[in-house]
């Protein structure tokens, strides 16, 4: 069955870097968009990227710090956060739909089919 499992969140200074994984099981990512989405207590959800075999999507808050990329062989999806922030902090899932990425947030926050369980990040000093 379809299983999206995040890893590498934790606790880090400002200015810091963490990378993130999204390992997906029961399909393959040939033909699904894989995207990352993160919430803070009290906050709304936020679409930070996306990334599918035919285009990208990324949040113009995170566009220049963060970079989505793939590894089809081992069915993950990575992404890296530099300079990281304290309005950063959240716990960060990612999900997956069949198809390209939204490049609308309105669809691309609520046109993902499977979620994972997220992984929390801290930034502070």
């Known amino acids: 069955q379809v299983q999206l499992v995040e890893s590498g969140g934790g606790s880090v200074q400002p200015g810091g870097s963490l990378r993130l994984s999204c390992a997906a099981s029961g399909f393959t990512l040939d033909y699904y968009a894989i995207g990352w989405f993160r919430q803070a207590p009290g906050k709304e959800r936020e679409g930070i990227s996306c990334i599918s075999s035919a285009n990208t999507y990324h949040a113009d808050s995170v566009k220049d710090r963060f970079t989505i990329s793939r590894d089809d062989a081992k069915n993950t999806v990575y992404l890296q956060m530099n300079s990281l922030k304290p309005e950063d902090t959240a716990v960060y899932y990612c999900?997956?739909?069949?198809?390209?990425?939204?490049?609308?947030?309105?669809?691309?926050?609520?046109?993902?089919?499977?979620w994972g369980k997220g992984t929390p990040v801290t930034v502070s000093s």
């Open positions: 999900a997956s739909r069949w198809g390209s990425c939204y490049s609308d947030k309105y669809h691309f926050l609520y046109g993902m089919d499977y």
